[in-house]
């Protein structure tokens, strides 16, 4: 009864669609979906559709007792509320008055219900009832879930979802992806349930859903998981005729070709450039120039000849050379006209920060300036945002005030709100950036055409997002998932609760998706998440910092066992693992702190030690090579004042780096106000450091050692 | 078979005792188990004991089929093990058969196995499985346990404790303080269980091992909750001859009249005091000096006749006049005999910064100081602390730096790593405090200590406590569940993890509890939980700055909507909701915005409103009494700059609470780094305000939420 791999009889399937389509349905007759089963290597009990009571005895005998007996009626769908289920059914006679009763009740549930007779199965004995459907999400498209059956799960709402097509590797990862995954292990003493043969059921119907994309609705609830494999006991499938279209794709070259060219111009001209103080497109113009831009800079503007010491033009026609982007800075009502200019003059990106698009209800201008992007092929940034910053060209693209701290981490935010918390925390917190980009409304350029173009771009080595839903989630799922290969992309999706997300919606105007769906969907993509605003700005500061871990084994070093005992927590919540020690590391150890020095890890080199005994353990901690990460705790001390530590460390530190041992050390520094000077010449030093928390340097290793699982590095 | 509440025939249950005294044992069989069940109140199924195969078929015949059979023995614990017990027996033959297998499996199992007979109990019909239990905790005492019984919920460790004994109320709120408690409600149409059938148990059980300690366990499972009533299938009870005595409790009168002493001193004793630089006696005497104290400091030192312009003493006992606290800056092999002059003395506290006891392992040296203290009635402050501060006094009895900003929270540490970090985070965010204290070992005083004297300080509004263990837990929550109805209690229990306690117990040498039965017992106590250091540090600066909220209906007015979804987000993480308008609020708010804002709450200004805007809606939102707590979104814009905008807040706040009108406020600021500074000026304008943030000022709010309905406020 293993579901067979690789079986795949999409003539059979395409037959069964076919005569569903004909009868003009929308759902599949138990009999249809067992066929689809079995023509995708599903396994199914035996069955047999009877048409009389005698017949329904006749089967039952034949496939042995006890059976259960069902209604098939293509009107009815919800068999149990209409009294068309009979289980247990353990003899000939029992079949023959089951039949009747349960014609008689279907009849009396709803009286013109086609009844195409009673459907008898196998009843299967006791096992693990687990659940494995298929559905179709507007952002990303087919996506397959499992959970375990049964009411508590019902409750607890204990499910996850992968994108279809799911590798092997994805549904083995749906297993243990359930709270209650240890169930399947076997618990009581219990055998386990097949792996094997759930992961197979799980990719069946994955590629059953990829193949038939009007496919949209597999339940296969419940399966009955055994320790010799599992049998699809109920199947419902349902098919939508007009699957809605994904959204219109670029091939990676012309995303990459265009946002080139918008990211990196050797000219932008500047459309509603002014002279006047406060307006815009003043703000725009200063931040170009004040900001270092070296490429050349056209104003566009109809009543004047000269803006800021640039000469004016009338209109992007006029300009005599090539333009690479065109940033607008007029109102709503006259990008339209404007945009169409940009598209004759060929143009390739237009950053369009004008308010008063789909966010105000004007869904029509949105569409308009949509379509004319189209037909010329320019892409657009925007509407609605504050535009964006691309510090290795000096490029400050916004009204905002100019940053040019380079560094090796993206930003971008879909919110406006968002983005200027991005700015002040960079500035405040000195974090160089490579770029830092409002999407706004995203008409067009979204997080897949910026993440296509991170990846490509040498300068940055790092991308954090703020995104509210994703328009074309299935397209950001795939890029994210080669991207982070390479590169740690950390995301912050607002309208993560109920309340959060019926915020987003009536932000945006879009329908922020399920959850659970974005959790499990961004984890299969290799995404680091941030929970909040604050961690994902911790995150895009430290993650890049750190080099990345070779191994699992973290240690800590602490001169305040209290810091030890809260970093350890940290530790847990992070999803790390404090290293088990040796014998011979542990005594290694020893050597360097008092006798009564608490052995072990965390390694607590206890109060009041002098600088050597920072400087011993962190070097053993760097210099063996079974340990990969280290998180140290500070205790201020007259001792080891907190810029005496900080020193010692970045220097044993840079010692090991130029040996070429480079391993992530973070830092949690307890004591008075002397402890922030010396947090901030770790961290530019490369050692993530934070005074008064032992939270956020553990959760930013945490994030780097994600990245670093999901990349395969480790 | 609902239970009686109350029913309660102690000497029924006394006689059983003593009957299992008498033997020796420390179980009961299922017969006394059952008795002791009938003499409280918790329903049993029938049942009897037969000692022969016909005698089980006749009880079985008398109480209807089916029936369970269970061997009897005091040497068998686990029945089924040992393979005695059948399910399902269904004639009186079957019943005969029964009895003999059960008596041969146990023989085998165990050879010499005492036999008493088999228990024939009815088998009761489909019920919802639930555990109720009761186990003895070193630190706490007798705690009772409730959780859904099955495989899911061993999985998934499903379980809820309380100190017993739990009234009426605990009780009910165990059945909601499941993860699964829905299912209690009632599942796919099904009924609801009785809730008053289980809060009896519950009762009743507490009850039980409160009147009779030596019970030191008793596990209810499964019991078998029904609509109409619930009955305790199983019961199982162990006893402990010698149940570990409680630590010595001091009277409420005896700690208040000692720690008003030792906080508020009029004179102070530093044995150790020094003049030379670099020493603890000296940094205690600078820091007591220069902290600005005004009661007489007496420097004791054999070797010295004045320190630091202080006529210094040989003895505590050379000192003229009554000493009220005696801080210690000694080595610790001195300790104890100083410490005998200080009883000799009378001095009612001693401050023991000195390290070099029980965490280097000189458990004897404790000890031995503890003895001391307790011959001579000295309370005992560490050893192994920095010492403390009490600010309306200007007291610094403390080896670290001076710190003297007065304020309305109190805050303790078991660490001093933690100290030094509460210290410098104060400094920082000028937070003001009442107190800070260093508990280190918790020789004697310890938590609860504490909190009785901040409860009756009247310069300490709330209090904030980092700890490893509670060496008296129940005391703590004795005096925690009292203090909490008037000041908020806020704990940082450390090693809340498995490895943070496995830290934790190498750290000081004391068994970190079971954090689920800390978490429970905790918020049964109304203390506020924080996660980690940072967040315990934001709880202390911000729940104090609030006032309390009367009701439930928070509103968020954002200037962002992007930080309106993040807001709405934190406000579901914070167990906070939004409120729902009706729909003359809606309009209210709708009359001050934009057309294309959004209605509704999150109540959306949008960007780039003037502070007019800002100030009707926050008006609005003070004026309706129907709204209770704000928390506001700001979005830097030139049109509304940082400090425009805080001063606006800040004045329509102060308006409002100069008409009596006080609701909590928190901001989140989002913009360039004048932010910063707004928020500060927010702050000290009691608004909890914060930078790049949207998840703390909605945690800190929802923490003073939290509060006020654990004190019944709202």
Redesign the interface.
Same mark, same amino acid.
Request: net charge negative; charged share 15%; hydrophobic share 35%.
């Given at each position: 009864m293993l579901a067979e791999r690789g079986t795949r009889d999409q003539a059979a399937v395409r037959s069964i669609l076919e005569r569903v389509k004909a009868d003009n349905r929308n759902s599949l007759t138990a009999p249809e979906a067992k066929a689809v089963c079995d023509a995708y290597g599903i396994p199914v009990p035996q069955e047999a559709l009877a048409a009389s009571a005698d017949a329904a005895a006749k089967s039952a005998e034949s496939m042995g007792f006890p059976v259960v007996m069902k209604i098939v009626s293509p009107d009815i769908l919800h068999k149990t509320e209409a009294g068309g289920v009979i289980v247990g059914v353990s003899s000939a006679d029992a079949a023959r008055r089951a039949y009747d009763q349960i014609v008689a009740s279907a009849k009396k549930y709803k009286s013109d219900a086609k009844i195409v007779g009673v459907q008898v199965q196998q009843q299967l004995g006791a096992a693990q009832e687990v659940i494995v459907g298929a559905i179709s999400d507007q952002s990303f498209g087919k996506l397959i879930a499992f959970g375990?059956g049964?009411?508590?799960?019902?409750?607890?709402k204990d499910v996850t979802f992968r994108l279809a097509p799911a590798s092997r590797e994805d549904a083995l990862s749906m297993l243990d992806g359930i709270?209650?995954a240890?169930?399947l292990k076997g618990?009581?003493g219990g055998e386990p349930v097949s792996r094997d043969a759930l992961a197979s059921i799980i990719e069946n119907v994955s590629t059953l859903v990829t193949d038939f994309p009007e496919i949209s609705e597999v339940d296969l609830n419940p399966v009955f998981a055994r320790p010799d494999g599992a049998t699809a006991v109920d199947a419902r499938l349902l098919v939508d005729w007009n699957p809605p279209a994904r959204p219109k794709q670029h091939s990676r070259d012309e995303i990459v070709r265009a946002m080139n060219r918008i990211m990196r111009p050797d000219a932008v001209a500047v459309i509603g450039a002014s002279s006047e103080e406060?307006k815009i497109g003043n703000s725009v113009m200063k931040n170009l120039i004040n900001g270092g831009y070296k490429g050349n800079i056209y104003p566009v503007n109809p009543s004047a000849d000269e803006i800021l010491g640039y000469k004016a033009y009338k209109s992007v026609k006029d300009v005599p050379g090539e333009i690479d982007v065109a940033v607008f800075a007029i109102p709503a009502k006259f990008v339209a006209a404007a945009l169409t200019e940009c598209g004759e003059k060929k143009i390739p990106g237009a950053v369009l920060i004008p308010?008063g698009f789909a966010?105000?209800?004007n869904v029509e201008g949105q569409k308009e300036i949509q379509a004319i992007g189209q037909q010329y092929n320019v892409r657009l940034m925007g509407p609605n945002i504050y535009g964006f910053y691309y510090t290795p060209k000096h490029l400050c693209a916004t009204f905002?005030?100019a940053y040019d701290y380079q560094g090796k981490v993206a930003l971008s935010?879909?919110?406006?709100?968002?983005g200027?918390?991005i700015?002040?925390?960079s500035?405040?917190a000195k974090m160089g950036v490579s770029a830092i980009v409002g999407l706004g409304n995203k008409a067009d350029i979204d997080e897949d055409d910026l993440l296509t173009f991170f990846e490509q771009d040498e300068s940055t080595q790092a991308v954090a997002m703020?995104m509210?839903d994703l328009k074309d989630g299935r397209a950001f799922a795939e890029v994210a998932k080669r991207v982070s290969k390479t590169k740690p992309v950390m995301v912050?999706k607002?309208?993560?609760? !109920?309340? %959060?997300a019926?915020?987003?919606s *009536?932000?945006?105007g879009a329908l922020a998706g399920d959850d659970k769906v974005y959790d499990d969907v961004l984890r299969q993509s290799g995404v680091i998440r941030a929970?909040?605003?604050?961690?994902l700005?911790d995150f895009a500061r430290g993650v890049p910092v750190l080099p990345t871990p070779k191994g699992e084994n973290v240690v800590?070093i602490?001169? !305040?066992? %209290?810091?030890?005992?809260?970093? *350890?927590?940290?530790?847990?919540?992070a999803g790390l693992?404090?290293m088990k020690f040796p014998a011979d590391l542990d005594e290694a150890f020893k050597k360097f702190i008092?006798p009564?020095g608490?052995?072990?890890n965390?390694v607590?080199i206890t109060?009041?030690e002098p600088p050597k005994t920072y400087q011993n353990t962190i070097r053993l901690g760097l210099a063996d090579d079974r340990i990969h990460a280290l998180i140290l705790?500070y205790?201020?001390t007259?001792v080891t004042p907190p810029m005496v530590f900080a020193k010692l460390t970045a220097e044993v530190v840079e010692e090991f780096r130029a040996r070429g041992i480079d391993k992530p050390v973070v830092a949690s520094l307890?004591?008075?106000?002397?402890?922030?000077e010396a947090s901030e010449y770790l961290f530019d030093h490369g050692i993530p450091a934070y005074?008064?928390?032992?939270?956020?340097p553990v959760a930013v290793l945490g994030a780097k050692y994600k990245w670093a699982r999901g990349a395969g590095l480790i």
């Open positions: 375990l049964g009411v508590l799960v019902e409750v607890l709270q209650a240890e169930i618990v009581r406060g308010s966010e105000t209800g905002c005030t935010s879909q919110s406006g709100g968002v200027m918390a700015i002040g925390f500035r405040s703020h509210e912050l607002a309208g993560r609760t !109920a309340l %959060g019926k915020a987003a *009536s932000h945006t929970r909040g605003l604050r961690e700005l800590i602490t001169g !305040a066992g %209290g810091s030890g005992v809260l970093l *350890s927590d940290s530790v847990v919540d693992t404090l008092p009564f608490a052995s072990g965390p607590d109060g009041g705790g205790w201020h007259i307890a004591g008075d106000v002397q402890v922030e005074p008064y928390n032992c939270e956020t």
